[in-house]
């Protein structure tokens, strides 16, 4: 699949829609149709007819990668593949679907391999989305034309059927409006307390959450794209909003710390100090034009990873008695991670950090081999025509 972002409307907006007599821009993976009625006519003409084949297709591909990425990270967080792993498996399926080739696939699925393709040259859509599915769950899935199409639909319940495809005004998948909405779905689903992030006032403005799993575990959040690009798109005014609410409890706020001791970063005395300095920095930070600056959010994805790494480490080695870890199966025996050394624990969560990192280089990997591809045969359609000699026969 071809996740580019839609093509803008007239007068040089390219990736945004006219709201009234404003241009709204396309957040990275908003769950939102541009031109809906030229996306209609599109998935009308070339999707409708064969979607049977088009789910056989994704089924198809699932069916390829399955085993591949179950050996690649057969449990995520004490859960066994597909549970959890909506990401990657969504990731995976975009990258195949670009590569495989009609032959590779059954027949019926090579239908739909080439409907899809055949709409996506006519101008049609596919772009990867995220957001609130239902007020239920955090969604990765697909936007194609005007269809909502899951392809790990299996990840939560793993019974369901593995692709779901529904018109996308039907499918109740909403952007995230702002932090207080994603910390609605995140305390519902994920079972997380939420709470302002008044530890490390540097981050606030970009990653204004603390996060409180039920084992106790400390997460800052929420450095993806999506929600960096919404903060920041608004000139840190969510993230404001959501650090003017009551400081962090005392309790949390001095075990985050003891969390972060002698990490490099610059604590605040107490919650009601880390408050004044989070939002002063949203001051700053927009002063600055740090919202502005593209360069940024890469910087603070790499600072949060370093963050929650250094928490994880933390909890790991002082696990909370009241909330004992789930267990993680390792050639066919069950662990119970509490009783786990602190030194496997924390080899655990290394190897779980760099199953992600492998992942996402070997996602990466095969969108540059398809590069490499398109950039050949370019090259070749582009050289001179040279005449073969033909042998000539000697009488």
Same mark, same amino acid.
């Given at each position: 699949?071809?996740?580019? %972002?839609n093509?803008?409307?007239s007068?040089?907006?390219?990736?945004r829609?006219?709201v009234g007599n404003w241009l709204?821009?396309l957040?990275?993976?908003e769950p939102?149709?541009l031109?809906p009625e030229?996306?209609?006519?599109?998935?009308a003409t070339y999707?409708l007819?064969?979607?049977?084949?088009l789910?056989t297709c994704?089924?198809?591909?699932?069916q390829?990668l399955?085993?591949e990425?179950?050996?690649?990270q057969?449990?995520?967080?004490?859960?066994?593949? +597909?549970?959890?792993q909506c990401?990657?498996i969504?990731?995976a399926?975009?990258?195949r679907?670009?590569s495989v080739?009609?032959?590779q696939?059954?027949?019926?699925?090579?239908?739909?391999? /080439? &409907?899809?393709?055949?709409f996506? $040259?006519?101008?049609?859509t596919v772009?990867q %989305?995220?957001?609130?599915?239902r007020g239920?769950y !955090?969604?990765?899935?697909f936007?194609i034309?005007?269809?909502?199409?899951d %392809?790990?639909?299996?990840t939560?319940?793993?019974t369901?059927? @593995?692709?779901e495809?529904?018109?996308?005004?039907q499918?109740q !998948?909403t952007p995230?409006?702002?932090?207080?909405h994603?910390r609605?779905?995140a305390?519902?689903y994920w079972?997380h307390e %939420?709470y302002?992030n008044?530890?490390?006032?540097?981050?606030?403005p970009?990653c204004?959450?603390?996060?409180?799993s039920?084992?106790?575990?400390?997460?800052?959040?929420?450095a993806?794209?999506y929600?960096?690009?919404?903060?920041?798109? /608004?000139?840190f005014a +969510?993230?404001?909003?959501?650090l003017?609410? &009551?400081p962090?409890p /005392? &309790?949390l706020?001095?075990?985050?710390?003891r969390?972060? @001791?002698?990490?490099?970063?610059?604590?605040?005395?107490n919650?009601?100090h880390?408050q004044?300095l989070?939002?002063?920095?949203c001051?700053q930070q927009?002063?600055? $034009?740090?919202?502005?600056?593209?360069?940024r959010p890469?910087?603070i994805?790499?600072?949060a990873?370093r963050v929650?790494?250094?928490f994880?480490?933390w909890?790991?080695?002082?696990p909370?008695q009241?909330n004992?870890?789930?267990?993680?199966q390792?050639?066919?025996?069950?662990?119970?991670?509490d009783?786990l050394s602190?030194?496997? @624990?924390?080899?655990?969560q290394s190897?779980? !950090?760099v199953d992600?990192?492998i992942a996402r280089l070997?996602?990466?990997?095969?969108?540059m081999?398809?590069a490499r591809n398109?950039?050949v045969s370019a090259l070749?359609?582009?050289?001179?025509?040279?005449e073969?000699?033909?042998?000539?026969?000697s009488?």
């Amino acid at each position: 699949m071809d996740c580019a %972002v839609n093509p803008g409307v007239s007068g040089g907006h390219k990736g945004r829609m006219r709201v009234g007599n404003w241009l709204t821009p396309l957040l990275p993976n908003e769950p939102r149709i541009l031109h809906p009625e030229a996306q209609a006519a599109l998935t009308a003409t070339y999707l409708l007819p064969v979607l049977p084949a088009l789910e056989t297709c994704l089924l198809a591909v699932r069916q390829q990668l399955d085993p591949e990425l179950e050996r690649l990270q057969p449990m995520k967080l004490g859960k066994p593949y +597909p549970l959890g792993q909506c990401l990657e498996i969504a990731e995976a399926v975009q990258e195949r679907v670009r590569s495989v080739d009609g032959p590779q696939l059954p027949a019926e699925a090579a239908i739909g391999l /080439q &409907a899809l393709r055949a709409f996506q $040259r006519a101008g049609g859509t596919v772009r990867q %989305v995220w957001g609130d599915l239902r007020g239920q769950y !955090f969604q990765n899935a697909f936007q194609i034309g005007t269809l909502y199409v899951d %392809v790990a639909n299996d990840t939560v319940t793993p019974t369901k059927p @593995k692709v779901e495809i529904l018109p996308f005004d039907q499918a109740q !998948f909403t952007p995230i409006r702002d932090f207080g909405h994603f910390r609605q779905i995140a305390s519902s689903y994920w079972q997380h307390e %939420v709470y302002p992030n008044h530890v490390l006032p540097a981050l606030a403005p970009h990653c204004p959450l603390i996060h409180v799993s039920k084992t106790g575990r400390i997460q800052l959040h929420e450095a993806t794209q999506y929600m960096l690009a919404m903060t920041r798109g /608004q000139g840190f005014a +969510p993230s404001e909003a959501l650090l003017r609410e &009551a400081p962090l409890p /005392q &309790a949390l706020f001095e075990q985050a710390c003891r969390a972060l @001791k002698d990490a490099g970063h610059k604590l605040p005395r107490n919650p009601a100090h880390g408050q004044r300095l989070a939002l002063q920095q949203c001051h700053q930070q927009r002063e600055k $034009r740090w919202h502005l600056d593209p360069s940024r959010p890469n910087l603070i994805v790499q600072d949060a990873g370093r963050v929650n790494l250094r928490f994880a480490r933390w909890h790991n080695a002082n696990p909370s008695q009241e909330n004992p870890m789930p267990t993680i199966q390792i050639d066919n025996i069950a662990y119970n991670l509490d009783s786990l050394s602190v030194d496997a @624990k924390a080899q655990l969560q290394s190897i779980q !950090f760099v199953d992600q990192e492998i992942a996402r280089l070997q996602a990466q990997l095969a969108a540059m081999q398809t590069a490499r591809n398109a950039y050949v045969s370019a090259l070749k359609a582009a050289l001179p025509v040279v005449e073969k000699e033909l042998g000539s026969d000697s009488n």
